[in-house]
């Protein structure tokens, strides 16, 4: 019990401690900042619809993961670099065979982006303890690591077959360019140690998943969705670190 009384009284005076900082009179210009996050991300690509048509819709959700290096080079604007790593999810073309079968398989991936970074306080010249920021981001990933999943409600049991589908071919190792845009939520116990929210919508090249459809597709098979992008969705939750 003594013990117990002893962290809350801490935890009081962290936070007192911060509500009277000056943050008026604070000054990220020239700091670097480490920050680490992850969280579930939902993924979707030209055939994601066959998840929902075979009541697989959640399994579209899975996790990522992230890490951060960014410098702040005005008290509004800053950079990082982030590295992330994910599971994702995918299929190939329900509607073009004959028994509309389910085809889901996954993948993994390792994305790079330079963000460029606006904080909001700045932007009407003050700052707080709670700091949202808008980003702008510019890279590319490596996918690779693919493989069949079967949940259950599907088999296949002609020889023929390939491994993903009965002609269309996934392309197992891809590089690609991307963009991104996301919005921070962050909260500073101190002007050296924050938590925070981030969530951001991503765009990948076609080819992201392995399937990059051509003309051919959409005029032979009615219902082939051949997003120009391949999209992601993340919520991230996470803690940075300023020096």
């Not at 993961?65 to 509004?76: E, I, N």
């Not at 982030?82 to 509309?100: E, R």
């Not at 981001?137 to 491994?163: C, H, I, Q, W």
């Not at 991307?178 to 140690?193: D, K, V």
Request: aromatic residues 18%.
């Amino acid at each position: 019990m003594h013990r117990f009384i002893t962290i809350c009284a801490a935890l009081f005076l962290g936070v007192t401690a911060v509500s009277a900082q000056n943050w008026s009179s604070y000054d990220p210009t020239g700091k670097f900042s480490i920050s680490v996050q992850g969280g579930p991300m939902l993924s979707i690509s030209e055939n994601a619809f066959s998840y929902k048509d075979n009541g697989k819709t959640a399994k579209l959700i899975t996790p990522q993961a992230s890490v951060s290096v960014g410098y702040d080079f005005t008290k509004a604007f800053g950079l990082r670099a982030n590295i992330g790593y994910g599971k994702n999810m995918s299929a190939c073309n329900t509607y073009d065979t004959a028994m509309h079968g389910f085809y889901p398989y996954s993948f993994k991936n390792i994305s790079c982006f330079v963000d460029a970074i606006l904080q909001l306080n700045y932007v009407n010249n003050s700052w707080s303890a709670f700091c949202p920021k808008l980003y702008f981001g510019l890279g590319g990933a490596k996918t690779f690591g693919f493989n069949e999943v079967n949940f259950g409600s599907y088999t296949k049991t002609d020889p023929t077959y390939k491994r993903f589908h009965p002609w269309q071919d996934v392309n197992e190792s891809n590089g690609v360019v991307a963009f991104r845009l996301g919005f921070i939520a962050e909260y500073n116990f101190s002007q050296n140690f924050g938590i925070f929210a981030d969530i951001t919508g991503e765009a990948y090249t076609d080819n992201f998943n392995g399937l990059m459809p051509e003309s051919g597709d959409f005029d032979a098979f009615h219902g082939y969705a051949g997003f120009p992008f391949d999209l992601r969705g993340l919520i991230s939750l996470g803690a940075v670190c300023r020096f």
